[in-house]
């Protein structure tokens, strides 16, 4: 319950951004229909919420602390995969299962250019019971040698989380359109630059903390993808999207802490709304 509360505030800041971004938009509006004013469409704004399956690269995974613990080492081509939740999605919450939501604005009537607000729920789980090679020391003793690594020794998610927030530029490029535009296919390109938020699962020689949400570093990232606008308002989107994730603060144990980087390739499919912003225009006499 505690992780969900957590998480919750996640969502709740995010749409806090949202309704500034919203109030923004609205506040170039017109209420006036004066002499020498037009209504013209600027842009749209848009809210869209879908689920995510992701796979992860191996990672070199290094562990420190030299207040609460003494050790130094790293573990290297660590194996992950995701947890996709989705059983989930009708039996308990919408949010436990991987999901992603979107509010973007387009900037003209094309709607061929915008940017775009990106947040993806995603869970990192490092698979148990894996061999790697480990380097460094653990309280006074080195090593440079192959281990297993088991739940007893390490046990390493961000199960509420790896958590991905994005800020993209969009390019737009139309398909197929109907003559009344209630139907509208076309090609989506988002890339832009983020933070990573997660909150990290971990077990170390037998203690186990699940520790908060915190912002952890950064993410690059891409996606290409097909978008289908139905009925002037609504619209769907399937696209598959590639990042790059460096984890540079993570935190573990006491004084503990981790880093790592990874690259992963989302399949990401969302359900959305669509609202036209109008203001009135002056037009020359």
């Known amino acids: 319950m505690k992780r969900r509360k957590e998480m919750n505030k996640l969502i709740f800041l995010s749409g806090i951004l949202a309704f500034l971004l919203s109030n923004n938009l609205k506040a170039q509006e017109s209420v006036c229909d004066c002499p020498g004013q037009k209504n013209t469409a600027t842009g749209t704004f848009y809210f869209a919420w879908g689920y995510n399956k992701d796979y992860y690269s191996k990672s070199d995974i290094h562990f420190s602390n030299s207040g609460s613990d003494n050790y130094d080492f790293t573990l290297y081509?660590?194996?992950?995969?995701?947890?996709?939740?989705?059983?989930?999605?009708?039996?308990?919450?919408?949010?436990?299962?991987?999901?992603?939501?979107?509010?973007?604005?387009?900037?003209?009537?094309?709607?061929?250019?915008?940017?775009?607000?990106?947040?993806?729920?995603?869970?990192?789980?490092?698979?148990?019971?894996?061999?790697?090679?480990?380097?460094?020391q653990i309280r006074g003793t080195h090593y440079d040698k192959d281990t297993l690594v088991s739940p007893s020794f390490l046990k390493f998610?961000?199960?509420n989380g790896a958590n991905f927030l994005m800020f993209n530029a969009i390019k737009r490029q139309t398909l197929l359109k109907t003559k009344n535009k209630k139907h509208w296919l076309s090609a989506v390109i988002k890339v832009g630059p983020g933070i990573v938020i997660p909150k990290t699962d971990v077990t170390l020689f037998g203690t186990r903390l699940d520790n908060r949400f915190h912002i952890a570093g950064y993410i690059v990232g891409a996606d290409i993808g097909i978008r289908y606008d139905f009925f002037n308002y609504w619209f769907f989107e399937s696209s598959v999207k590639g990042s790059f994730a460096n984890y540079t603060n993570v935190l573990t144990i006491g004084t503990g802490k981790a880093n790592h980087s990874f690259y992963t390739f989302q399949a990401i499919a969302s359900l959305g709304f669509s609202l036209p912003v109008k203001h009135k225009k002056k037009v020359d006499k």
Do not use: C, W
């Open 157 to 159: 998610e961000h199960t």
């Open 77 to 136: 081509d660590l194996k992950a995969k995701d947890r996709t939740g989705f059983r989930d999605i009708l039996r308990t919450d919408l949010t436990i299962p991987q999901y992603v939501y979107r509010i973007g604005y387009y900037f003209n009537n094309k709607q061929n250019i915008g940017i775009e607000i990106n947040f993806d729920h995603s869970k990192y789980v490092m698979i148990n019971n894996q061999t790697a090679h480990l380097t460094g």
